[in-house]
């Protein structure tokens, strides 16, 4: 049986590069490239996955249907996450989230988790807040996969 962390771990060497699948309003379904990583979930402790994300088409399709899957792979090895969109953002707020400086830290440890560094982290704060960038979080319904 394939775990969680044997499905991020095909992505490691990648930063966390996996798909993304959204389910779109007419049912079809709309696939990106994403970095996603593993964390702890900042209210209620559970291992989840993260991701950040911006713009209209995934942010719009999670807040109106919030399944989706997560694919990762390496060569033909693969496994998929499935679950539910949390989103945790400047225009999607959670009870949990106090203010805007938990938000700027969740954004950088999500980012952290995914493999990703930065120089400047002033500068990164400064793109994610202009770019209205939302945190998403999923709690694995479902694991599978030949990885």
């Known amino acids: 049986m394939t775990t969680l962390n044997d499905a991020v771990s095909l992505a490691a ?17 709309q696939a990106s490239l994403v970095n996603v990583g593993l964390l702890t979930h900042p209210a209620g402790g559970q291992t989840v996955l993260g991701f950040t994300t911006y713009g209209k088409v995934k942010l719009t399709n999670l807040r109106a249907r919030p399944q ?12 998929t996450v499935e679950g539910r969109a949390e989103l945790v953002g400047p225009d999607d707020s959670q009870s949990w989230l106090r203010d805007g400086e938990q938000l ?4 950088r440890d999500v980012f952290i988790a ?23 979080l999923i709690e694995p319904t479902r694991v599978y996969g030949n990885g």
């Open 68 to 79: 989706l899957a997560i694919t990762f792979r390496n060569g033909w090895l693969w496994a």
């Open 104 to 107: 700027r830290l969740l954004l």
């Open 13 to 29: 060497a990648e930063k966390g590069l996996a798909v993304v699948s959204t389910v779109r309003a007419d049912g079809t379904v």
């Open 114 to 136: 995914a493999g990703g560094t930065h120089d400047d982290w002033d500068e990164y704060d400064r793109v994610m807040a202009a770019e209205r960038r939302a945190v998403v």
